[in-house]
């Protein structure tokens, strides 16, 4: 996590939204990600939704978890609400922060092992309660941070650095939020802002659970078999006091493809994605067509973008639950406290 402020001088002439701020208003500390990481550029497709959007910073609240993905929020909207989780927890708390204010905009930031790993529990229950908010997942396939062991989200036959083979499938998101009822699925890819930043605001505007799959390349991680930067090397020959990695930068991939196309994209490690984007005549209404299209191209190694599937018409959380518009903290203790009478009655249930 970064603590590190950016400059707060902006140029005179930066375009201004309706609430008359610069996108520079909803920046945040300086990134301590690997050069060229895929997160990075997920951060400023964030910051020109909300911008474009003319979201108050102070109307924001931002949650993660634990990962490379959780260092997101402190890279965008200084100013607004943020709170940092356990492992996998993310979503809980996003669910109680929504329930006692739903005037805010949340935006959950999530990996793919912070979701479908340890917090997979979290994550079903988040959108079978409909939560109003945008969850995105920064999907690389790896546990960057304890250097990129495959994840869940890791597809069959997929090697890593060192070379090992995955062989257990992986767990989409997408079609897991399909087959629990999800109202709002999307992916995207993080080099591809002209697709993503439209996702986003979509999502941000969603009255309920918004999922965005977004598929974000780790650049490097320095720990395999064979490397004298490893712990295990160092452990064996050297008598260290501090271990550091280094990391080289590394170009950021972006991707330029029309609807309907499939483009193959060449990663840092030199394999290799095929991105498939949704064309004009695919319905976003269809969820037993869409699981179907999904799963057809998933077979045949694409990874599908764009908006795959959206429900206006399910209540979200606070309509089920019938909770107050009104922030549980602007109410009066007289409106909190139903009184002794009260009480008692529902004590009365449980004898």
């Given at each position: 996590m970064s603590y590190i402020s950016k400059p707060k001088i902006s140029h005179p002439r930066l375009p201004k939204n309706e609430l008359g701020l610069t996108a520079r208003d909803y920046e945040g500390g300086m990134s301590t990600l690997c050069a060229g990481c895929g997160h990075d550029s997920i951060t400023g497709a964030i910051v020109q939704a909300v911008f474009e959007l003319s979201i108050p910073p102070h109307g924001l609240a931002k949650l993660s978890g634990i990962g490379c993905s959780s260092k997101t929020p402190a890279y965008f909207a200084s100013e607004?609400?943020?709170?940092?989780?356990?492992?996998?927890?993310?979503?809980?708390v996003a669910t109680g922060a929504n329930a006692v204010n739903g005037q805010l905009k949340y935006i959950g930031v999530s990996g793919d092992?912070?979701?479908?790993?340890?917090?997979?529990?979290?994550?079903?229950?988040?959108?079978?309660?409909?939560?109003?908010?945008?969850?995105?997942?920064?999907?690389?396939?790896?546990?960057g941070l304890t250097k990129g062991q495959f994840s869940a989200s890791a597809d069959i036959g997929s090697k890593a650095k060192k070379g090992e083979e995955n062989l257990q499938p992986p767990i989409d998101a997408c079609l897991s939020a399909l087959t629990l009822g999800g109202t709002f699925i999307a992916r995207s890819?993080?080099?591809?802002?002209?697709?993503?930043?439209?996702?986003?605001?979509?999502?941000?505007?969603h009255n309920g659970f918004a999922l965005v799959d977004?598929?974000?390349?780790?650049?490097?991680?320095?720990?395999?078999?064979?490397s004298t930067k490893s712990y295990e090397f160092t452990?064996?020959?050297?008598?260290?006091?501090?271990?550091?990695?280094?990391?080289?930068?590394?170009?950021?991939?972006?991707?330029?493809?029309?609807?309907?196309?499939?483009?193959?994209?060449?990663?840092?490690?030199?394999?290799?994605?095929?991105?498939?984007?949704?064309?004009?005549?695919?319905?976003?209404?269809?969820?037993?067509?869409?699981?179907?299209y999904l799963d057809e191209h998933q077979k045949a190694g694409e990874i599908v973008t764009g908006l795959?599937?959206?429900?206006?018409?399910?209540?979200?959380?606070?309509?089920?639950n019938n909770l107050s518009s009104t922030p549980l903290a602007s109410l009066s203790n007289d409106q909190l406290c139903p009184g002794n009478a009260a009480l008692q009655k529902l004590q009365a249930r449980f004898r």
């Open positions: 607004s609400h943020g709170f940092n989780s356990v492992h996998g927890r993310m979503p809980s092992g912070d979701t479908l790993s340890i917090g997979v529990g979290q994550f079903i229950h988040a959108v079978r309660r409909n939560v109003n908010m945008l969850y995105i997942i920064e999907n690389n396939g790896v546990y890819f993080s080099g591809d802002r002209d697709q993503l930043v439209p996702i986003l605001k979509a999502g941000l505007i977004i598929i974000s390349p780790c650049v490097t991680f320095n720990d395999h078999e064979g452990r064996q020959h050297y008598h260290p006091v501090i271990h550091a990695d280094f990391v080289p930068p590394s170009e950021e991939i972006k991707a330029k493809y029309e609807e309907g196309e499939a483009m193959p994209v060449k990663l840092h490690d030199g394999t290799q994605i095929v991105l498939r984007k949704v064309g004009k005549g695919y319905d976003p209404t269809d969820r037993g067509a869409i699981f179907h795959l599937y959206v429900d206006e018409a399910p209540p979200d959380l606070h309509a089920v």
